[in-house]
């Protein structure tokens, strides 16, 4: 790894271990020195380098499960990814937290970052939707919503059983701390008993029918992060039921297209224009020119980045943590300047770009 890019990783001790469910468990880390710990939404996430069977580090990702309220420490919460099957190796960094760190030991942590978060300016109705350690996310954002909104809230939570069940007491008591919060638990493989007593309000998997039947009419804002089997089937069910597009947030490293059966939207032929830098047009804005295909595109001005307005035109370069950590989404920029809006880790070259947390300040020409 780069210098400029290790010296953004600061020291955290592992100041507890709390074992929530047969598989996850919860670490809290604190900055050895205090001015290194910084403020954080709900939804965002931790870059941790984690050691490789090679003596080297990769990088891996995990959301802040605690409250943005709980300054001085982060909390993450993580599954232990055991093998499945003789011929793929165990997780990583779950099973080197889990099976190796214990509270004393200090791991390397790079500030929070991440486009995943809730608006807390909004008053629109909530909803949040989360399968397994998918409900990290959701966790913190019930903790937003509970102390500093009147907002309605659903928060609906799938996961196997009552063994792999993680932070349902922490959700309750949230729950609990004003009206207007609803809480569904799902169990694919309920004990039983357990619907009766009311360890879980359905079995099975979370359906259409579940959601018309907790839902009322309303124009919802949704989170979402789980599996991708879970995020695809509920992508499609929330869509189905009315739900736009543009109202569904969802924390998934994978192209947006894996949401939807039908893949990508189809492109839209758009007129060639030749590959040489070009110059903005009076009254026409910004343009974002494709070299391999002569593509030309009008940059739209409400894309969160170039790599989100690349997806809204069937376009899917590929990416993996949309908040320049992996360097997945690099390509060439042949000209034009662009704004980062989210500090990439790695310092990129004038000819290159990290299309997740850039936007175009001139017309640019990419080489794609």
Not at 261 to 276: D, F, H, K, N, R
Not at 315 to 338: D, H, M, N, Y
């Amino acid at each position: 790894m780069p210098d400029a890019a290790a010296s953004r990783f600061r020291p955290f001790e592992v100041v507890s271990k709390v074992r929530e469910s047969a598989t996850i468990t919860s670490f809290r880390l604190a900055p050895l020195e205090r001015q290194h710990w910084r403020p954080f939404e709900a939804g965002q996430f931790l870059t941790m380098r984690v050691p490789d069977r090679k003596g080297g580090h990769v990088l891996r990702n995990y959301t802040v499960s605690s409250s943005p309220r709980e300054e001085g420490s982060y909390r993450i919460t993580v599954k232990r990814e055991a093998a499945p099957s003789q011929d793929v190796p165990e997780g990583l960094s779950s099973c080197w937290l889990h099976d190796e760190i214990e509270p004393g030991a200090v791991l390397e942590i790079d500030p929070p970052r991440g486009a995943f978060r809730l608006d807390a300016a909004s008053r629109r109705p909530v909803l949040l939707l989360s399968g397994g350690v998918g409900l990290t996310p959701t966790v913190s954002m019930l903790d937003v919503l509970a102390r500093e909104s009147d907002r309605p809230v659903w928060f609906i939570h799938a996961c196997d059983g009552a063994a792999v069940h993680a932070l349902r007491d922490e959700v309750e008591r949230l729950a609990a701390l004003r009206p207007g919060i609803s809480v569904h638990f799902c169990y694919r493989f309920a004990e039983d008993g357990e619907l009766a007593a009311g360890r879980c309000h359905s079995t099975g998997f979370v359906s259409r029918a579940t959601l018309q039947s907790l839902l009322p009419l309303d124009d919802y804002e949704v989170y979402m992060c789980g599996p991708p089997p879970f995020m695809q089937a509920l992508y499609g069910i929330l869509t189905g039921l009315g739900i736009g597009k543009e109202r569904i947030a969802y924390e998934f490293f994978g192209p947006a297209s894996l949401l939807s059966e039908s893949g990508a939207a189809p492109m839209q032929p758009e007129t060639p224009l030749p590959v040489t830098p070009v110059a903005d047009a009076d009254g026409d804005g910004l343009r974002i020119v494709l070299q391999k295909s002569g593509r030309s595109l009008a940059w739209d001005g409400r894309s969160e980045s170039i790599l989100a307005f690349l997806e809204t035109k069937g376009i899917e370069p590929a990416f993996s943590c949309r908040a320049g950590v992996c360097g997945t989404c690099e390509q060439g920029l042949v000209s034009g300047e662009v704004d980062y809006f989210e500090e990439p880790l790695d310092e990129m070259p004038a000819d290159r770009v990290l299309l997740c947390c850039t936007r175009p300040k001139s017309s640019i020409v990419l080489d794609l």
